[in-house]
């Protein structure tokens, strides 16, 4: 795998995943910006904000953040 064009390295969890993925796609804003969009327009990502509105620092956060924390999240659930 050593000519992929994305790799995780080396990650300690899920987190670390998450913040890969962010910045491996920060490097290409048009990727990230279509991933965004996709996923915030997806009923997952809908239901986690539906059920995240009890949180005020949510409203408070970018559709950029709100996607990451969502991925992270996501990431950590899965990882259990």
């Known amino acids: ?8 390295g080396d990650l300690s969890g899920p987190s670390a995943a998450a913040n890969s993925l962010s910045s491996h796609f920060s490097a290409d804003p048009e990727i ?13 990502f809908q239901r986690w904000q539906l059920e995240g509105k009890t949180d005020e620092n949510l409203d408070a956060l970018s559709l950029d953040h709100r996607v990451q924390r969502y991925l992270r999240e996501t990431l950590e659930t899965l990882a259990y």
Request: charged content about 5%; hydrophobic content about 50%; glycine content about 4%.
């Open 1 to 8: 795998m050593a000519n992929s064009a994305f790799s995780f």
């Open 32 to 44: 990230w910006s279509n991933l965004k969009q996709a996923i915030a327009t997806s009923s997952g």
